[in-house]
Every structure is written in C-alpha cells, then in structure tokens.
C-alpha cells in the first residue's frame, strides 16, 4: 500500500513559506521555483498547491493547471538559457527516483550533446540559481 502524504514533505513547506526557494512562477493553483541540485542549469521544479504525493494519487483536475504551467515555464527556460531543447521528466515512489513526496514535474533545458547530471547530484550556488531565476522570471514577463 502507497504512504499517506506528509504534510511536512519539503515541498509543502515551500509551499507555506516556511523554507525559501528561487521563485520563478506563482498563480492559485502552481508555483514553479529553481531546483537547488540541477541536473542541467535553469532545471525548474513545477508544483501544484493541492496535496498529493505524486501523480498516482493526484486528484485528476490537478493535471490541466499543473501542464498549463509546465508548458509557460518550458517556454520561459528554453527562451532565457537559450537552450536547444527542455526535457521534462516526473517520477512516482522510491523505485522510479522520487525523491520528495509531493507532485511535481522537473523542467530542464537541454543543449546538444551535453548529457544531464545526476539527479539529486550536487547542491547549486545559490548566486547561480538567483541568476538563472532572474532570466527565467524575465522570459516568463513576471
Ligand atoms: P524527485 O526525486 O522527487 O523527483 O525530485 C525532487 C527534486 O527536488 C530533486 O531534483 C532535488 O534536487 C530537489 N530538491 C530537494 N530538496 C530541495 C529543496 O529543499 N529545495 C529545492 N528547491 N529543491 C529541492
């Protein structure tokens, strides 16, 4: 049987404010912010507010607002990192790679022949993820 979700998940402490993140992106139901381990720079984590540990038990009205935006921010990252593609990538329980059990898709600029990080790899500069929020925010017209 699937966990429960944990309202004290990271994700939904960034959600309340509670931890900062590099915001790029908020209306009532998304909110988008930089990953702090990138597996390629510019990598956005795209989230929606309502509850659910992943897309398995994810209330199906979650998904249009959820891809709405995970198509503006796939836009807005290709456009600032002036990338040559954006892979987006979503992982459901332990054995797929999720990590932190609150839905979210993982947008990522893509540039020719160079391969993605690890996941989960090495934590970011923070002046680095400041900057590429800056460009993303900027192409987004937040
Ligand atoms: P998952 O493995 O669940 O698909 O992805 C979780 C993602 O969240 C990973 O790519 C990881 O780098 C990122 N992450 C983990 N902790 C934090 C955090 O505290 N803040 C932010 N912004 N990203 C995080």
Redesign the pocket.
Known sequence: MTAAYDTDN??AK?LRGE?P??RVYEDDAVVA???????GPG?T?VVPKAPSRNLLDANPSTFGPLFTVVQKVALAVKKALNADGVTV???NEPAS?????HL?V?VIPRFDGIPLKP??GAMEKPEVLTENAGKIRAALGS
């Open positions: 990271i994700f960034i931890i993140s590099h912010f930089m990953d702090v381990m990138p597996q990598h984590l990538l979503q992982f790679g999720q990590t932190v059990y979210h993982h996941h989960t």
